[in-house]
């Protein structure tokens, strides 16, 4: 199963990464199209350097790549991490699909007279 192929620190830094709002749409805009750290930084209202850590913590969880291109940082999203994001979700998604069919089951047994 994908969730066990990962280790507990690749889960937690993903998942860490994914549950800010600025880093989830740092990804969306990269993405979409690779930028600068630069251009990044001009789409939010806080300082060049915040913007700069959280693109390294994208970097750690390998949402992001970072690239130098002469003066620029340029910043492009890993597709192959997202996959592996969904292939995560659905791996967890089917452990609680199998315990509610479990639960199902049980309840649906009729008590024993």
């Known amino acids: 199963m994908v969730v066990h192929e990962a280790s507990d620190v690749e889960i937690d830094r993903i998942f860490q990464a994914l549950a800010d709002a600025t880093r989830r749409d740092i990804i969306r805009r990269v993405m979409r199209t690779e930028q600068s750290v630069s251009t990044l930084a001009g789409n939010y209202q806080m300082s060049f350097a915040a913007v700069q850590k959280h693109i390294a ?5 390998s949402l992001v790549v ?9 910043v492009q999203g890993n597709p192959e991490a997202l996959h592996r994001v969904a292939s995560l979700l659905e791996a967890y998604g089917d452990i609680w699909r199998q315990r509610a069919e479990r639960i199902e089951d049980i309840l649906s047994e009729s008590p024993k007279e």
């Open 57 to 61: 913590v994208l970097e750690r969880a």
């Open 66 to 74: 970072k690239q130098r291109r002469g003066r620029e940082q340029i």
